[in-house]
């Protein structure tokens, strides 16, 4: 999710789903080539198994971006064709490219010759006039066919025009049969769904389908204890206190201001971490009027949490 998931919220999804994949912001492929590599791609390595999302449409760029991903140590890279932003759209990549999957194969034909590292590939159900499901299977086979075996689908379709970004998330229906029948037709496929996964038993269902994952995106950012309880209950590992895993955050954070990161840019993945519970609104308060400050460091986070336990005691 471009301009969300930065290297520090990573890092923190990192410590709440320790088994999950976790995938950056959306890059351009050019951007990789010509733009400040360390910025972009640098990553920590607890952050792995990771994948670097790309946007583009030009195969060799696309080829040359995966090589870099590789030697920087990337675990696969996800080509985006489901964003339907303005900007993407004006570059001709992201979900535009759902009306050209000859041009998609291709990219994803480069890429996977150019690395040893898995490609795969975002979409949509489809943009604008495409309302039948056999269009949308006959993307996934003319892109399966150039070598992916794997697709995160977004499981709504996107109009290129007249909605807004969020629109499109939320707009537009969503049809997780067509993904569920997408997986009963194409078994040999890896499969991931992606569109509106807020609750436990819609994940659980979607796996219990036959797929083979789900994909969490702006759920585990506005409410991340939400990601870690459903990775609690998929893969039956303990659930830890919100407290405890904010906690786990103290050496990532004061080894980043050492290095002269500003807490604004670590905390801001961290504000939602008390949503709706005592102490919530307090906690981004102070996070949000005192992280700006250059001096401030981990103590702010301290001050942010106490405000939690206080409210909590007295509850």
Request: glycine fraction near 8%; aromatic fraction near 8%.
């Amino acid at each position: 999710m471009m301009d969300w998931t930065d290297r520090h919220c990573r890092f923190f999804h990192r410590l709440l789903a320790p088994n999950a994949r976790l995938y950056t912001e959306m890059v351009h492929a050019q951007a990789v080539l010509f733009g400040d590599r360390e910025r972009l791609l640098g990553f920590d390595a607890r952050e792995q198994p990771l994948a670097l999302q790309l946007g583009g449409s030009d195969p060799a760029l696309l080829a040359e971006a995966c090589r870099i991903a590789q030697d920087y140590g990337y675990s696969e890279v996800n080509l985006n064709v489901g964003c339907p932003s303005d900007r993407v759209q004006a570059g001709r990549f992201g979900a535009c490219l759902m009306k050209e999957p000859a041009v998609v194969a291709d990219c994803v034909a480069a890429m996977q010759a150019a690395v040893d590292i898995p490609i795969t590939v975002k979409c949509r159900l489809g943009v604008d006039e495409q309302e039948a499901y056999p269009r949308f299977l006959a993307f996934i086979d003319t892109v399966s066919s150039s070598g992916c075996q794997e697709f995160m689908v977004h499981a709504r379709k996107a109009w290129l025009s007249g909605l807004s970004p969020k629109e499109n998330r939320e707009v537009p229906p969503l049809r997780y049969d067509w993904v569920y029948r997408l997986k009963q037709e194409r078994p040999g496929l890896r499969i991931v769904l992606n569109g509106g996964l807020r609750e436990i038993g819609q994940c659980q269902d979607a796996l219990d389908q036959g797929l083979n994952g789900v994909m969490i995106g702006r759920a585990a950012y506005q409410e991340p204890y939400r990601l870690h309880q459903m990775h609690s209950v998929l893969y039956g590992s303990p659930l830890q206190t919100r407290a405890e895993l904010l906690r786990g955050m103290q050496p990532y954070v004061e080894a980043q201001r050492a290095q002269g990161i500003a807490l604004k840019h670590i905390s801001k993945c961290l504000l939602g971490l008390f949503h709706a519970q005592a102490g919530g609104r307090l906690f981004r308060q102070v996070l949000s009027q005192e992280a700006p400050s250059p001096a401030a460091g981990w103590e702010v986070i301290e001050r942010a949490l106490a405000c939690t336990e206080a409210l909590e005691a007295s509850c």
